[in-house]
């Protein structure tokens, strides 16, 4: 019965390679991790101090970690989704970064997005727009 | 933190950077040798932890132990996960991604080292 043997072979081996789409996800999940450890640590330790500013970096946390999800899954929709949490993030990073610089009284503390991203070598503004024009190019 | 640990880290880290690096642009896939490399660095990181752990346990503490730890927790995780994803990948890809990895923890420990030396 070669028809079963084969078929559990290619379950067992899917198709792996994604490219460059893997370092997006690399990127990502380090993200994921600078931003939520820095904001379960605000958040513990001294909450009452810009509660704004913290609620926001555990925002950015969680739009890190579900536009890692999106990119990294390769299910229908996952597509979509990701271009949904890609584009909330530049949306994010332009509105807390542009806020951060105007009224610098709102954030007393940094976030991953304040001053655009300046403490992360302004990846956090780069990243999201390279992420679409690769999500632009991979579905054409 | 610990002067010479945390140079051997740096060191490390960026130079297996810049060696996954130099493999990407050959068009290569990780070798092995990057990989034993990675768990050189592992290693060391656990050293540096442990002793860590101990100090704060003695009674030093760094800026904000809070920080500090999420770090160290950090440092530990990303390069067993960064090795993992890379091999998943046949490419050349996956020597970006380890060297993203490296890159990753040579920032860590530099900022382990200033949250321990006092500045949050």
Known sequence: MPEPTRRSRRSRRPQQDKGPGRVLVAVYAVFVLAAGSRAAVQIATQFSDAPLAYILSALS??????????????????????????????VGVLVVGTLSVVDSGAFPDDTVWSGY???????????????????????? | MIGILEVVLVAGALGLAVAA?????LDRPVRLGHLVAAAAVELVLLVQGVIAVGRVV???????????????????????????????????????????????VAVIVLRMGSVWNGHA
Do not use: D, K, N
Request: hydrophobic residues 60%; glycine residues 6%; positive net charge.
């Open chain 2, 21 to 25: 690096l130099v493999w990407a642009a």
């Open chain 1, 117 to 140: 991203g300046r403490g992360y070598v302004f990846i956090p503004v780069v990243l999201p727009i390279v992420g679409l024009l690769y999500l632009r190019r991979q579905r054409s």
């Open chain 2, 58 to 104: 003695a009674g030093t503490r760094p800026a904000s132990t809070a920080t500090f730890v999420a770090y160290a927790v950090g440092s530990l995780v990303v390069l067993p996960l960064g090795v993992l994803w890379a091999l998943e990948e046949r490419t050349r890809w996956s020597s970006v991604v380890l060297a993203i990895a490296a890159v990753t």
């Open chain 1, 61 to 90: 946390a969680v739009v890190y970690l579900a536009a890692t999800l999106a990119l990294a899954s390769s299910r229908p929709g996952a597509h979509r989704a990701a271009v949904a949490c890609l584009s909330f993030e530049l």
